[in-house]
């Protein structure tokens, strides 16, 4: 019987204390090109050679949501381990559980331009909006875009005007708002954008135009999307956390060097009928740049801090991202 009371014990040690064995890693991702990085990974189970590599036997789960409010009431519910999005809503969960979950940033997905595309022919810039208008986005007042369109409107009116263009704004996944854009059928006129949707919707309405980029607001190239996770899950599981990053790193060289390949794994693992030709073009943009160190993320932190949208003020990007060598060259 002895045996068996130290057995009891010691399940009741890690019921109490919530540790347990390293080896699953529980990922949301949303829709675009941005989340190509993770398209690869999966694709090439680079996570599972990585946690091999380290001695881990790791489980990998992925699930798809849509807009930076839904990811992060994943993540803080624990539904899922690693959360994707943009870093409007790395900054609000930031803010939101620093001193509780503290949840910060992992690495980035790599830089990618926005465009906020328009089919309005009285639409020439973001003054013109009117009642009639509805400009789609992932989450209204969260999403990456949405703070974005923000900054440009307290660039343009001042600060005390960021909230300007707020209520001209809608939450709608990425594919719902390009067939709005390319159709001219519904009330949505503009659509704030990723890869590769504003591009066919240039492609495929000819009356859809640019009239905003994100580079233009931020002062060039800025990270797109960011992973994030909670200081619990990175304790917990170092091994994981470890292996994941290092998969990132691999896959983000894969897209880089290789194109046409990393627009092949895209259209497997989305089920997309986007044309090849025009992803490969979009992979080969100069302006596009796959990399996992967070690059030019300060700028929207502390512009949420100084509008009020967070409390907390970061002083550096190191504030909110977890010390990881192979993001150590970030801003």
Known sequence: MKPLKIAAGALALVLATGAHAEGTIRIAQQFGIPFLILNIAQEQKLIEKYAKQNGVDVKVEWTQLSGGAAINDALL??????????????????????GRQNVKGVASLGSFPYYLVTNNPKVKSIADFTEKDRIALPAVTVSVQSRILQLAAAQKWGDKEFARLDKFTQTLPHPDAAAAIISNGTEITTHFATPPFQEQELAQNPNARVILKSYEVLGGPSSATLLYATEKYRKQNPKTLRSFVQALAEAADYAAKNPEGAADIYLKANKSSIDRALLVKIFRNPEVQFNIAPQNTLKIAQFMHRVGAVKNKPATWRDYF???PLVAKGS
């Open 77 to 98: 519910a624990g539904s899922v381990d690693i959360a994707g999005a943009g870093v409007g809503p790395l900054i609000t969960v930031w803010d939101r559980t620093k």
């Open 322 to 324: 977890f010390e990881e």
